[in-house]
């Protein structure tokens, strides 16, 4: 993607203690959990690596990739969670989205003070939370989120490709493209497969 860059430490630097920036992914898909991550920067972050960080749906494969290995060998302290398939079922996308970043930040080896969460809405945490709009576009700590959330989850689709061939899970990481619809009406749905989602409605 194209435009001027806007993402840097504002946010963060606008709170006093240790800031968390929160991001999820997998909100669209018609398979697969939801995922979050949240991650607090190292203190100084390393310019180079702060200049290669952004929103994960601005960067192509290998550079996510590239960027989350350096994030886990920086210093950052991250977590990963999830919100299963039969949570989403049971709960709602939003609410099981909620769910997984608030078990992100609670998985965490220290607390943070604050938290930075994109979007609109923040989860029920312990700790002072801050819905940023677009965050991942202009907090580093939320991109940072987004790139491990990201390729945390794209590699768990490729795992679940392998076990369920067809849906073409390594390439679609379980969005709803024509051949993953096409697979689901020729295959039928798996365990896997959210039933309230679009063809996987009740017809």
Known sequence: ??????????????CRGLVAGVDEVGRGPLAGPVLA??????TP?????????????RLRD?????????????GAIWAVASASVAEIS?????????????RAVLRLAIAPDHVLVDGNRTPDLPMTCRAVIGGDG??????????????????LMQLLDARYPGYG?????GYGTAQ??????????????????????PR
């Open 45 to 57: 972050l390393d310019p180079a690596l702060a200049a290669r960080i952004d929103d994960s749906k």
């Open 138 to 155: 202009v907090s580093l700590s939320i991109a940072a989120a987004s790139i491990i959330a990201k390729c945390h989850r794209d590699r």
């Open 1 to 14: 993607m194209t435009g001027p860059r806007r993402i840097g430490l504002a946010y963060e630097q606008a």
């Open 62 to 74: 290998a550079e996510r990739i590239a960027v989350a290995t350096l994030l886990r060998g920086s």
């Open 90 to 102: 049971a709960l709602n996308i939003l609410q099981a989205s909620l769910l997984a970043m608030r």
């Open 180 to 201: 993953h619809r096409a697979a689901i009406a020729a295959l039928g749905p798996t365990q896997h497969h959210r039933r309230g989602f679009g063809p996987l409605l």
């Open 169 to 173: 899970w390594a390439r679609n990481a």
């Open 37 to 42: 991550a949240a991650v607090i920067l190292p």
